[in-house]
């Protein structure tokens, strides 16, 4: 994939560029809001990395402006506040994704990638599968090895979303956003716990795990 | 509408009008009685002098004879209600038209003719010797009761009109005024509840002190709006200043977690640090979010949160924590949907709070009751009912006289040093209970902690 970084802090720009060339993309580095305007309007790019404090031009000023000029690319807004209001502003302006500093890199790259491959056929698929692994959507029925097993709702949506990002790491607040709408960070494994559970179910009755962890960043299902 | 009244009662313009009514009243009684007394003095000296000149016409009368003919003629002529004559001859004959008669209650004039008995009302009397007879003339007073009467019906005639007048322009200006306060009061209100950006419409017809305090309520609103704000200017600034540096160390450490050996002293030192930083960056994140609850600023995003969905949601999120733990987590939920005005993320975050509170300050096999119910509240027989969320654990629960001290920021009880949690999970929830204008209250579960929102 092709990124465009815009962060005015040499060490979280380095770090972040560092990283997601090391996951295989190509990634241009800028460090003010003005080159980051001419950068994000001049090329095209898969998806924006957008920090809100810039000299120059701020994040929110930035992507108001390209979102006004009909430039759709999606961005991961960086912010260090993180209050709600804040979120809200920067999703106002244009943004898709939100992450708050300090932020692991594992969560960045997984809401990278989760940004990239946004606009997908998700309804048109009746059956996801994964190895031996069959969700059928429609009769609401999931079978490991023809072996039929008994999910609860949540566990059944769960699962849903790891399948329909097959090979994607989800990372713990992602799935708590996507899967129980809820956008805060609970002290406690909630994630780890539900997983755990879901493993237990599919897992390990068979001889090869399909739900895999990665480390620092969250869960992933491949076959 | 009785507590309208009594609270009209209470106002100032209502109270003036009634002084005045009360003073212009006194004022006007006391000014009607001395005319009146005037009056009748002036009244009085006018009959004695006719009775006086009556008096001398008799006089004039060459004998007694003539003084009884000449009482005897103009008694005839005169109604005994209004003037009486008698004149008794040295004889001992009663001419005219009455007798003064004496017992021991003083003089009575006595009828002679018509009909018996005394006259009614007062009579001024005049009594001389003349030519050896007792002529008495006498005047009735009933002018002067009928001049009495007189003053009375002008007294109501002017007063009552007045007293009219000013009551309702005592109301009317009450109301006005009211009316007029009152606007300046749901500003303070609205600024109280967190909208700073409220202000008082000013109307031009506001007297010129009310003008002046609308006025200056607005200047305190807007210098007040403008402090806030800086003061969110600069603890965003500060996040940012000391979030990026942060944001680096954890980059340094990640950067080092790669270098490292992955089995090691080195590298337990390099998890170590990044649990610290971790650590700091969530101190940090909670007391910014503290800050923001506390600003108030979220009630501008309320909206109806279905309670019920939310603790069903939370239960279910945190059950399997719970169970693997060695605890259970109950959740109890009325048959009707309950819901009240609010943000959902942060009752959710305050759910979450006592939650997690709930299962980490408790033994193995610990119960955590989560229940969500219909309370009365106030007291008599149409009494309110308002939604309460209660989280309960049986486990060793907060001393009383530690309760409060849980609710302020940092504080950690001595029992629970150990135990992970900044000391700020509380205090939070405090505070968004109380930007939804809720009650928390922590009370014994006996044993255990009993924590309610009551809405």
């Known amino acids: 994939m092709k990124l465009l970084v815009i962060e005015d802090d040499a060490t979280t720009g380095n770090y972040i560029a560092r990283g997601l060339r090391e996951e295989g993309h190509v990634v241009d580095l800028v460090t003010d809001g003005r080159q980051g305007l001419i950068q994000a309007t001049g090329n095209t790019y898969d998806v924006l990395v957008v920090d809100r404090m810039l000299p120059e031009i701020d994040g929110l000023t930035l992507l108001k402006t390209l ?157 | 509408m009785s507590g309208r009244m009594a609270r009209l009662w209470r106002s100032m313009p209502l109270r003036l009008a009634l002084l005045l009514v009360m003073l212009f009243s006194t004022v006007s009684l006391l000014s009607l009685a001395a005319s009146y007394a005037v009056t009748q003095a002036s009244f009085e000296q006018a009959i004695r002098a006719d009775l006086a000149q009556d008096m001398a016409g008799f006089r004039a009368a060459p004998s007694a004879r003539a003084v009884a003919f000449l009482v005897e003629a103009e008694s005839r002529a ?79 005639i002017s007063l009552l009109p007045t007293i009219l007048i000013a009551l309702s322009g005592g109301l009317v200006i009450a109301r006005r005024s009211k009316r007029d306060v009152e606007v300046i009061g749901r500003t303070l209100d609205s600024l109280t509840a967190g909208d700073l950006s409220a202000r008082a419409r000013i109307d031009p017809r506001w007297s010129d002190d009310l003008r002046s305090i609308g006025g200056k309520l607005n200047l305190m609103a807007g210098a007040q709006q403008h402090s806030v704000e800086a003061l969110r ?31 090691g002293e080195t590298r337990e030192l390099v998890e170590r640090a990044q649990a610290e930083v971790n650590g700091i960056a969530t101190v940090f994140q909670s007391l910014l979010q503290l800050a923001q609850v506390d600003s108030g600023s979220p009630r501008q995003r309320f909206a109806p949160v279905d309670l019920n969905t939310l603790c069903a949601t939370m239960a279910e999120v945190y059950e399997p924590a719970a169970q693997a733990a060695g605890k259970t987590l109950t959740l109890h939920l009325p048959d009707e949907v309950l819901s009240v005005e609010g943000d959902r993320a942060l009752l959710g975050q305050a759910l979450a709070n006592l939650i997690e509170n709930g299962l980490r ?95």
Request: charged share 25%; hydrophobic share 40%.
């Open chain 1, 67 to 223: 979102r006004g000029t009909g430039n759709l690319t999606p961005a991961l807004f960086l912010t260090a506040m993180g209050s709600v209001e804040d979120r809200i502003g920067g999703l106002n302006a244009g943004a898709d994704d939100y992450l708050v500093k300090p932020f692991a890199f594992g969560e960045l790259s997984a809401r990278v990638a989760a940004l990239a491959r946004r606009p997908q056929a998700l309804d048109q698929e009746t059956v996801l599968r994964v190895a031996d692994l069959e969700m059928d959507l429609l009769a609401r029925k999931v079978t490991r090895a023809g072996q039929e097993i008994d999910l609860l709702p949540r566990e059944f949506a769960l699962l849903e979303h790891l399948l329909r990002r097959k090979g994607r790491v989800q990372t713990r607040t992602m799935l708590l956003e996507s899967v129980w709408d809820l956008s805060f960070d609970p002290m406690t494994n909630v994630v780890e716990t539900h997983i755990s559970r879901l493993r237990s179910k599919i897992d390990r009755p068979f001889d090869r795990e399909l739900i895999q962890t990665v480390r620092g960043a969250g869960y992933r299902i491949d076959g």
């Open chain 2, 361 to 455: 300050h408790t033994p193995e096999g610990a119960q955590v009751e989560v229940t969500l119910e219909l309370q009365p509240e106030g007291s008599g027989p149409d009494r309110a009912t308002a939604p309460q969320l209660v989280v309960a654990d049986d486990g060793p629960g907060i001393p009383e006289a530690e309760r409060d001290k849980v609710l302020r920021r940092l504080y950690r009880l001595d029992s629970s040093r150990n135990t992970p949690g900044n000391g700020l999970g509380l205090a939070l929830v405090d505070s968004i209970v109380k930007l939804h204008g809720a009650e928390l209250r922590l009370t014994d579960n006996s044993p255990g902690l009993r924590a309610e929102i009551r809405f």
């Open chain 2, 78 to 156: 005169t109604d005994p209600n209004r003037s009486i004559l008698s004149y008794v001859t040295p004889g001992g004959v009663v001419y005219g038209n009455g007798a003064i008669a004496r017992d021991d209650e003083g003089y009575h004039i006595i009828t002679l003719r018509d009909a018996p008995g005394d006259y009614a009302g007062d009579y001024l009397t005049l009594t001389d010797t003349l030519h050896g007879g007792l002529l008495t003339v006498a005047r009735s007073r009933a002018e002067i009761e009928a001049l009495r009467a007189g003053f009375v019906n002008i007294l109501w």
């Open chain 2, 233 to 263: 200017q600069v603890s965003s600034d500060i996040a940012h200043d000391l979030k990026t540096p942060i944001q680096r160390v954890a980059v340094h450490l990640d950067d080092l977690e790669r270098v490292v050996p992955p089995e």
